[in-house]
């Protein structure tokens, strides 16, 4: 069966630092990925997905940017966080046709 | 692109029934998701709809008119574990992101 693993859960971090926040995907190859935020009390906004190794797709102008160094792992960063920065975020792979999405865990980012 | 309009909150009484509301404008349409959110979690699948009518699934039943842009969420015998934030989300044609609503608060009190 196929599962997505997200780490870390919690994170707060200082104005300015770096971040890293990997996901995997395991049991499936060549899944489409995606990193989503919500903000408190928000909707889920798409930050980027992924249809390949190496293919980006950026919705939104922002401080992050996204990696796929790997067919199942996905990996967003940023060089200096803001405090707009804080927030939830999600990976995510498109399953099967009817389910939609299937979530990791997601990471609780609060940057001081 | 996706405009996507659902109720911020709802409150019910345990055993009652709601119904959340969702309108969608989209420059296409390949499918309606719902999922439900717990505070501090990932959002979980609940249904799938692709063509008019209603789908049952258990306590929770969910009705998609595609001419009218419009689908509900419907929750019966409420239960305090249904105390959740619920997430409409539209898939356009060949496309493979979701386009989410804001999310509906229900709230369910003894």
């Known amino acids: 069966s196929q599962t997505i693993h997200q780490w870390p859960a919690t994170l707060v971090q200082p104005v300015g630092s770096p971040l890293s926040l990997e996901c995997t995907v395991e049991?499936?190859?060549?899944?489409?990925l995606y990193w989503y935020r919500q903000a408190a009390g928000r909707g889920l906004q798409l930050l980027f997905y992924?249809?390949?190794?190496?293919?980006i797709s950026s919705e939104v102008p922002q401080n992050l940017s996204a990696s796929r160094p790997q067919d199942r792992q996905f990996i967003l960063s940023s060089k200096k966080l803001l405090l707009s920065d804080s927030g939830f975020y999600l990976c995510?792979?498109?399953?099967?046709?009817?389910?939609?999405?299937?979530f990791g865990s997601g990471t609780r980012l609060t940057v001081v | 692109g996706q405009n996507i309009d659902q109720p911020t909150e709802m409150t019910a009484t345990e055993g009652a029934i709601v119904q959340i509301n969702c309108t969608y404008q989209?420059?296409?349409?390949?499918?309606l998701f719902w999922y439900q959110q717990h505070a501090g979690e990932a959002p979980t699948f609940l249904s799938y709809?692709?063509?008019?009518g209603l789908e049952e699934k258990g306590r929770f039943s969910s009705f998609l008119s595609r001419s009218k842009g419009y689908s509900y969420l419907l929750l019966k015998e409420l239960q305090m574990k249904d105390s959740a934030s619920y997430l409409c989300?539209?898939?356009?044609?060949?496309?493979?992101?979701?386009?989410f609503g804001a999310g509906t608060t229900v709230t369910v009190r003894a």
């Open positions: 995510a792979w498109m399953g099967q046709g009817v389910r939609g999405y299937t």
């Open positions: 989209t420059s296409g349409f390949n499918g």
């Open positions: 709809n692709v063509l008019d």
């Open positions: 992924s249809v390949g190794i190496g293919q």
């Open positions: 989300a539209v898939r356009g044609p060949g496309d493979y992101k979701l386009s």
């Open positions: 049991g499936t190859s060549n899944p489409n």
